[in-house]
């Protein structure tokens, strides 16, 4: 359905259908296009077509699968609009595309890792020319999407994004220079590249700055998180390790006591010293001793390997937080050093002069009244 002041032949309607069945996987399907012919809200007479395909593949008697088709009719709708220089509607446009001071800093942190693709790049400037009709509103449109329109020094018409990259307008458009200028009249009235970058770049400086103190107080609460557990897990594990020797001792005396009540006591006992079997438990019992030794070591240096290993992931969780928020500091500091370059370089005959005229302005402010003449008029 184009929009309704549009006349559209039928070969558009035929090459938009065509685009459909492509993107939904129905090529070749038996098809029925159906056109209509009604009366719109504003009373112009409005053309539209309805086309039904069949989804049974008679080779294998199935039917064909089609998924994410909105998606698909979406991206179409769009490339149509944009290809024809329709006004396209709100529900159409790319809201993905966003301005980076409109950004949290999450968002600023996602851009900064995926990077933009020129395809986007290409179609923001393409969203902003089809859904605007005059200057003011393409103006408008570029700026929601991280874009300020100047004059360029040898193209005309550019967009000049946060980053200060130039971009012209007809070329990223796919429109004709003089279809931009019959829009967007002469470029004279605009401001030069270098004038919007110096306003994109304090804009800017702003923002980063503000995300700086950001990131600088998750640091400070990160810093204060991390110090908590690992006081948590230095005092977790001191009691572990109490509770580990005071297990080990209530075992190590229930044991002595197990290898002391071998020995027979009284004439019995006696008599094993006379046999020999006194000495006989005596060397078993050092060897069950030996025995109960090592493996009382063994259990301790398996909690003290476990609580080292606890340890260990705990100061990799630092280093990888502490690596992170100097990667995104470096990262900040890079953008607010390209935003200070892009600002204009200080003029200091410029500012001079400005000093110098609010300096009398604060003068004539702060002057005083003209004194009045009281009383009556002598006449001379």
Sequence with gaps: SPPEAESVPVAVFEEAITRIED???????????????????SGQTRRHAHAVWSRINTDEMKAVQISFDRKALREVSRELFIEHHWTMPRGLINVEEKSMKNFTLAEWQQAKRIGKDPREIKEAFQDAWAVSDSGPAFTQALKERGYA????????????DERGEVFSIPRMAGVK???VRERLGDEDHLRSVAEVKDQIARGMLAKLKGF???LKAQRERKVAELKARKADVIERQ??????????LETRKQKEAVERQARFRKGFKGLWDRINGTHKKISADNERLADLCFRRDRA???????????????????VQQQKQEYIEQRQSLRQD???????KAPPNPTQDAKAAFMDRRKQ????RSPPLQRQGPKIPR
């Excluded at 329109?149 to 000049?160: C, E, K, N």
């Design 23 to 41: 993107k939904i996987g129905l090529t070749g399907q038996p098809r029925v296009i159906v056109f209509h012919e009604k009366e719109g809200a």
């Design 149 to 160: 329109l100047a004059r360029g020094d040898r193209r005309g018409f550019v967009g000049v």
């Design 177 to 179: 220079t003089k279809l």
């Design 212 to 214: 700086d103190e950001e």
């Design 238 to 247: 001191r009691e572990e390790r109490k509770a580990f020797a005071a297990k």
């Design 299 to 317: 259990e301790k240096d398996a909690l003290i390997f476990k609580q080292a290993a606890q340890r260990r992931t705990f100061k990799a969780d």
């Design 336 to 342: 607010i050093q390209s935003s200070q370059q892009m």
């Design 363 to 366: 003068n004539h402010m702060t």
